[in-house]
């Protein structure tokens, strides 16, 4: 299965914008679609963001939409999610998955550890 690294997380002022790096080795990254959640303390993983296998198509929680934008790089076997005008609600860790056409979390068989995005108000 592909292994997966996220990378980006950091801490920044409200409005302000950060861009997040998701690393896939193992299996060729190209036959997979990928998604970014999140999990807020005390709540549950929360979809984002998900990309058809070569790119094509895309799908927003509503939450984000306008804001954050997934993308893939499949010669470089990694994943992207660029966030703009972010807010408070925004904090959370972020995990990259991949392998479904879900947007629920248990729907997906790899997961990153996690990168921790911290947006102050």
């Known amino acids: 299965q592909v292994q997966l690294a996220e990378s980006g997380g950091g801490l920044v002022q409200a409005g302000g914008s950060l861009s997040l790096s998701c690393a896939a080795s193992?299996?060729?990254?190209?036959?997979?679609?990928m998604a970014w959640f999140r999990q807020a303390p005390g709540k549950e993983r929360e979809f984002v963001a998900w990309?058809?296998?070569?790119?094509?198509?895309?799908k927003y929680a509503d939450s984000v939409k306008g804001r954050f934008t997934i993308s893939r790089d499949n010669a470089k076997n990694t994943g992207y999610l660029q966030m703009k005008s972010l807010k408070p609600e925004d904090t959370a860790v972020y995990y990259c998955?991949?392998?479904?056409?879900?947007?629920?979390?248990?729907?997906?068989?790899?997961w990153g550890q996690g990168t921790q995005v911290t947006v102050s108000s």
């Open positions: 990309i058809s296998w070569n790119g094509g198509r895309t």
């Open positions: 193992g299996r060729s990254f190209d036959l997979y679609t």
């Open positions: 998955a991949s392998g479904a056409l879900t947007t629920a979390a248990d729907g997906y068989t790899s």
